[in-house]
């Protein structure tokens, strides 16, 4: 009776599965596609790469039960080998492999299969890393990341994590994100027409639909703001300014003062010493300043004429500004974004650039312009090194040195355009407010609890 059961419920069981598997797979994406048949071969082929690949062990002990039932005189029980276990995941751009370790099969063996791995499944690249106590993860990717193009479409949606900036990803197709909440200042350098602006576009994308992030731009690569690639980006911004140095000085100006208005009043306010712990709001939102084509506004005059010496004394002082900004803002919620073709120290004084934690390089033509925007470090990783992305198939491709870590990240962006940045930025032009206006309404609102604020001097 049991068994007349048995067999239509496991072939429908079957059923759903098929139908469910074949459902996956037309929906998926073409690359998706190819690493789900990549995935099953991969698991049918897995038993015998093990043992050719020497990631099993032989494990002469009979198991309890062969034990149990061994009798007297019958012959010693074979040797068994042991087979770690994998489940595989496909994704668009090969398989993720999770692996259990065994006796003498650990991480640095199977990081040492990796190559012979490699070319078995057919991936250009596969990656060994620990995911737990007796566990590894084996990523492989089947076409290079970092050479395929990818477009982001803005959803026009807020952020769910306003601490996370989503770079793009790495040589493996996992995501490279950076902690806002850690991060005063960011470097962006790259010859030209490698990809700063469309990063550019990305940020402002992902961040213009929340009221908690204000943007001010000062771009020295036009005269106005109606010019060049913020044209229609300035609708969500609070303040903008071209080449002119006397009001790029007001603007950092107003800024710093924005600093100190924060730094003043933020125990007060937020009842917290870094804006952080709280995270940005509509009343505190995030301020990021944008400073495009950089060197415009700190560049050193030479000349003892009126003008120069006017020149010089306006750019000195915008780098003292802007170091303020990156020294003291992080805590208070101001973000510093520099963006020029080289960082060396002739562009970006670096007493500015060696503060901000992240840099990052898009193609460079020289050793030295690389040192520059990603320290010297980056001679001794030249595999890393944006030098070598010159290639048009690297447009897109960045370089980033994370401090308090070894090594650097290559990230392939995506690419946005300006179309879908001139789209979001119109849409949430009506999100924009300027921060001191905010902080006056914070001072003013009468739900404050707290003690009165030390008067401070606009
Ligand atoms: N992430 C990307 N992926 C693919 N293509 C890209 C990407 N970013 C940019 N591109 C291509 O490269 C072109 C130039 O990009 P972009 O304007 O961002 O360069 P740039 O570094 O800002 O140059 P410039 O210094 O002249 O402003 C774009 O029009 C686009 O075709």
Redesign the pocket.
């Known amino acids: 009776m049991e068994a007349s059961y048995a067999l239509p419920i496991t072939t429908a069981l079957i059923g759903v599965w098929l139908v469910w598997t074949v459902g996956r797979y037309v929906r998926a994406d073409k690359g998706t596609r190819v690493s789900m048949r990549q995935a099953v071969r991969v698991r049918w082929g897995w038993v015998r790469l093990a043992r050719m690949a020497g990631l099993t062990v032989t494990d002469k002990t009979p198991s309890l039960l062969t034990q149990i039932t061994a009798q007297k005189d019958s012959p010693p029980p074979a040797p068994r080998i042991l087979t770690p276990k994998i489940k595989v995941k496909p994704d668009q751009y090969g398989v993720i492999v999770q692996a259990r370790t065994l006796p003498q099969v650990g991480l640095e063996e199977y990081q040492k299969s990796a190559r012979f791995l490699a070319d078995a499944w057919r991936c250009t690249r596969v990656s060994v890393l620990p995911n737990g106590p007796g566990r590894v993860e084996i990523r492989g990717v089947r076409s290079d990341p970092l050479t395929t ?3 982001h479409r803005p959803t026009g949606f807020p952020p769910v994590d306003l601490t996370r900036w989503e770079l ?1 990803i790495d040589e493996y197709a996992a995501k490279v994100c950076v902690s806002l909440a850690n991060v005063p200042g960011v470097t962006v350098a ?12 990305k940020f402002v994308c992902d961040f213009a639909p929340s009221p908690s992030v204000q943007i001010v731009t000062a771009d020295g ?1 036009v005269s106005r703001a109606s010019e060049g ?1 913020y044209a229609d980006l300035v609708k969500r911004m609070f303040a903008f300014c071209g080449d002119d140095l006397d009001e790029a000085n007001a603007l950092f100006k107003r800024l710093v003062e924005l600093r100190k208005r924060r730094s003043a009043t933020i125990r007060d306010v937020l009842g917290v010493k870094n804006m952080w712990h709280v995270g940005p709001s509509p009343q505190w939102p995030l301020t990021v300043l944008i400073i ?1 084509e950089a060197h415009t506004y700190f560049r050193e005059y030479k000349g003892s004429d009126a003008t120069t010496k006017l020149l010089a004394a306006l750019t000195a002082e915008n780098a003292r500004l802007v170091e303020d900004l990156v020294k003291k803002g992080r805590s208070v919620g101001i973000l510093v974004i520099l ?1 020029s ?1 080289k960082t060396t120290g002739d562009a970006i004084p670096t007493f500015i650039r060696d503060v901000c934690p992240i840099g990052l390089s ?1 193609a460079q033509k020289t050793v030295e312009a690389a040192v520059a925007a990603l320290g010297d470090d980056i001679r001794n990783w030249p595999d890393a090194s944006p030098v070598t992305l010159q290639d048009p198939a690297y ?3 960045a370089v980033m040195a994370m401090q308090g870590r070894p090594g650097y990240a290559r990230i ?5 355009s300006d179309a879908d940045a001139a789209r979001v930025a119109e849409a949430t032009s009506h999100l924009t407010a300027d921060p001191d206006l905010c902080l006056d309404d914070l001072l003013a609102s009468p739900g404050r609890t707290t003690a009165p604020l030390p008067s401070l001097t606009k």
């Open positions: 193009p990818t477009t793009g790259g010859v030209p027409g490698a990809g700063k602006t469309s990063t550019v576009n690569k690639d495009d963006i073709q898009f447009v897109g491709v392939r962006t995506p690419y946005v």
